[in-house]
């Protein structure tokens, strides 16, 4: 008996590090195209049309965040506690419903923003941001698969999910860049479009949804939503939201949207930071719903493997963005090594909050993500005034340091350590 009790943990052990594995794998390879794809739309579109295309990007991310409404949250939650596929495949096409009505909400909004944002017009970008509104949908889809898979614990499909988009639009740009073929900025948008709905369909297909008492799944997340789900989102809303103004703050305050590339570029090579820490906690998500606190073996592994990763980006930051990107994007160079310290500590932050979300400390999340949101949106703006793209990556050290404090604090408070 005691041996099987024995074989049965270390199975369950041995799992969770192949899955780790495997979403870490795939991640490092999604990291490498996104490389790859972000060089080569950099030398199809030119430094002013890919900080056009960063400033429609970081509109939508923000947008991501705004009409989620705590949704996705709760879905994941509740796949996490419940053992019924059945239920959990429920689970899923209710929330691609949920998808189809967000996304009515988010259009009329963005449509009311392309007419009346002054930074648009000053881009001469309404008719690109109108015709990127009917497929953007797949943004909101996006959230439904991280927070679904994750509470499923289908890692394999959620490194799918990652990883596929990113093949899809790496081998599509490859194409026309050494084929030479004529591209412009709202072709690569529709083209990375394509790229998310082919690679969900096959998602789609995998999950196997049902729609076995929709109508109660409906109104399960309703009432999850209304209990935590909400609390989660109007924290996520503070912090998440600040986060994504960020690019959106530059091109406001400056000349052209050629900083905002700058900008998304740095963010873009050093959020891997954040990802290893959040690997990890995601493989361990049904499992935290289940604990009472996180083992220090892993958490003293997070941290070696998140230090390291740091130090390897800012040795190579120069290297890595003359070499892929070219001198043009130099000045990004001090804003990844800045933002690699505050993505550093948005990792860990991130890693105890899954802890919390796995234990439905929806209300603790809030106040977390409030703090952090209001101490992010000060310093933005107080910085991005002053320094431009600089300012922004300084403003997410003040913020990340905030986020890691309070998020400790609950943490320590939830376990009793």
């Known amino acids: 008996m005691i041996k099987t009790v024995y074989s049965f943990r270390k199975n369950i052990k041995d799992r969770a590090f192949a899955q780790t594995s495997y979403l870490l794998i795939s991640t490092v390879l999604g990291i490498i195209l996104g490389v790859i794809s972000t060089s080569l739309l950099t030398r199809v579109l030119g430094k002013e049309q890919y900080g056009n295309y960063a400033l429609i990007f970081n509109i939508f991310s923000f947008c991501q965040i705004i009409f989620s409404f705590g949704v996705f949250h709760s879905i994941s939650r509740l ?18 419903f949920l998808v189809l009505l967000l996304f009515v909400i988010m259009s009329i909004a963005l449509i009311f923003y ?4 002054k930074s ?13 509104i009917p497929l953007s949908w ?36 490859a194409i026309v860049y050494f084929c030479s ?16 709905i ?26 999850a939503t209304k209990r935590f789900g909400f609390d989660i989102y109007f924290g996520a809303l503070v912090a998440s939201g600040s986060g994504s103004l ?30 290893v820490p959040n690997i990890i906690a995601t493989v361990q998500f049904k499992s935290f719903s289940k604990s009472n606190k996180i083992s220090r073996n892993l958490t003293l592994t997070m941290l070696g493997i998140s230090l390291s990763l740091f130090i390897a980006i800012v040795l190579s930051a120069k290297f890595v963005i003359l070499l892929v990107f070219g001198k043009d994007f130099i000045n990004a160079i001090d804003i990844l090594k800045y933002l690699s310290i505050g993505y550093v500590l948005y990792g860990i932050g991130d890693y105890y909050n899954r802890f ?24 933005n703006v107080a910085f991005i005034k002053l320094f431009g793209g600089q300012g922004a990556a300084i403003a997410r050290i003040v913020s990340g340091l905030m986020y890691t404090f309070v998020i400790l604090y609950y943490y320590k408070r939830e376990t009793n350590t």
Not at 114 to 117: G, L
Not at 184 to 195: A, E, K, R
Not at 356 to 372: D, H, M, P, T, W
């Open 246 to 275: 960020s690019g959106i703050l530059i091109s406001q305050f400056g000349v052209n949207n050629i900083e905002v590339g700058y900008y998304t570029l740095a963010t873009f090579l050093s959020s891997p930071l954040t990802l």
């Open 138 to 173: 797949v943004y909101l889809l996006t959230n439904l698969n991280e927070s679904f898979l994750q509470g499923d614990n289908k890692i394999n499909l959620l490194s799918m999910s990652r990883f596929l988009p990113k093949v899809y639009f790496t081998l599509t740009l």
């Open 120 to 132: 648009i017009a000053k881009s001469n970008l309404t008719g690109i941001l109108l015709i990127s």
């Open 198 to 223: 082919l690679a969900y369909a096959y998602i789609f297909i995998k999950t196997k949804p049902t729609k076995s008492n929709f109508k109660r799944r409906l109104l399960e997340i309703f009432s």
């Open 356 to 379: 919390l979300l796995a234990k439905g400390k929806g209300k603790e999340l809030r106040n977390a993500s409030f703090y952090v949101g209001i101490t992010l949106l000060i310093a």
């Open 181 to 196: 073929l004529r591209a412009d900025l709202i072709s690569m948008i529709l083209i990375n479009y394509f790229t998310f």
């Open 114 to 117: 392309a007419y009346f944002s």
């Open 79 to 96: 796949v996490a506690i419940t053992n019924d596929p059945k239920k959990v495949r429920g689970y899923y096409l209710a929330g691609c």
